[in-house]
């Protein structure tokens, strides 16, 4: 299934370059500054960028996150870890 994924991937997306994640959280300035904290981390001096948009009733946050990657795998790692962010109800 992985396989699967990896190559589905690749076939959608160029490498190196920008995989998109988004990620949904409650509205909070403070998931907000954990979010570009983590990102600043596990990027390693890669680029990356977050944009947010608000839910109608203000109580949830879409941050669509673009991380410059080298292939499938580190795409596919950032999502991972992302997901795993405290705060974070779910990522597509």
Do not use: C
């Not at 396989?3 to 490498?15: G, P, S, V």
Request: glycine share 4%; aromatic share 10%.
């Amino acid at each position: 299934v992985e396989d699967d994924l990896l190559r589905a991937i690749t076939e959608k997306h160029e490498f190196p370059g920008y995989f998109p994640v988004v990620v949904i959280a409650k509205s909070d300035l403070a998931f907000t500054a954990r979010l570009h904290a983590a990102l600043e981390y596990v990027q390693e001096g890669a680029a990356f960028d977050v944009t947010e948009r608000a839910s109608s009733r203000n109580n949830y946050v879409s941050y669509t996150v673009q991380v410059h990657v080298a292939n499938a795998e580190m795409a596919l790692e950032r999502k991972a870890f992302l997901s795993a962010l405290d705060g974070v109800i779910l990522t597509l």
